[in-house]
């Protein structure tokens, strides 16, 4: 769905994101879009041309079999548009096995140092490309969210960074071959992650900052650029990804994160979601109970807390869990512990839990307010709450996602923001 508002030149896009649907394969890519997103869009739009906008997710397999066939490339696309289904973002995140239990830091692998993050999300933006060739609107860009670089615990000395800096620069390298036969303009946006290798919107903006220098490197080294049009081209093609539960976590603030999000480079899109709030942990039993009850085997699930006017942070809740059987004053006596456990972004609370609704709201509310200092012409806003699988409540997906989406299209309204004829 597009959306403008009177009187204003930008645009913004809305979608979910796909990661919730464990789709490996172009089939499998197929049957969520029927089964869940279809009877979504006819939920929110009424009739007509309008198109829903999704956030697409291709695991390596799907990836690799669509760049290398351009006849099933263009089946897919020939299906997106008999749905009116608009693919504006994709998330190359998870290499694949994304809603398989074991996956844990996983996720991370294959890392930025390695041709096989680079050849997948390639991948992804040559299919990206191909599916959104054609588009009318002047500039617009599409968007490709992954992680920063690797996982924190992988990252042994600068070197390391800088051969993630390097897959980042190949990565660029083959962004702007593809805008310069398609016209499409892709913007490969990194998001912080707690425990990642920039784990807040501070770390991946100085983090940008080097790798955009040694991406430079890469373009002048090995794809022929000029020293100008390497600058250019990195700082074009490279952004950020604001996740807004991510953010929440690292108890930012809501403002600053904007503004470091836009540094120096394009914010390619937003990921609207809410993570787990948990204020006074040591004098609610029944909250702490309720909150290690949700260790699941699948996803990493970091804990913060701000703890006498100190930042801590574990890795896991089976960390937490061991902290408290402990007795760690330092946990036990925090003003409040954060989790990253996606929650349903329309919800205040989770039971006895709170969410950081309130923060990722701001976000998006700070935004739609001036989108003269918006980095792009469009903005892209991505529902993403992909832990459906192992919320411990029986909730039909459909109906979860309609209430999100009931809720963002709220704040939309009350910015002043209507959706687009046609769009």
Known sequence: MRFVRP????????????????AESVADVRAALETFSAPLRDRLLEGGDTRFGVGMYLASGAARELAADAGATADLRAFLDEHRFDPFTFNAFPFGGFQEDGLKERVYEPTWLTPERVAFTVDVARVAAALASGRSEDDAHVSI????????????????????AEGFGRAVGELARIEDETGVRIVLSLESEPDAS????????????????????????????DVEASGRLAARHLGTCLDCCHSAVEFEDAAEALTLASHEGPLGKVQFSSAIRLASPGEREDARVRLLAMDEPRFLHQVTARSGGEFVHLPDLPALRAAVAAGDATWLGAEEWRCHFHVPVDRADVGVLGTTRDHADAILDGLLAAPADWSTPELHVEIETYTWSVLDEEVDVVDGLEAEYRHVLGRLAAGGWERAEGA
């Open 7 to 22: 009187g204003e030149e930008r645009a913004l896009r809305l979608g979910y994101c796909l990661n919730l649907h464990a």
């Open 145 to 164: 969210s992954t992680h920063p670089g690797a996982y924190g615990a992988d990252v042994r000395d600068r070197s390391t960074l800088r051969r993630c």
């Open 198 to 225: 920039a784990r807040n919107a501070r770390a991946l903006a100085e983090s940008l900052v080097f790798t955009r220098l040694v991406a430079s490197r890469v373009l002048q080294d090995e794809f022929g650029r």
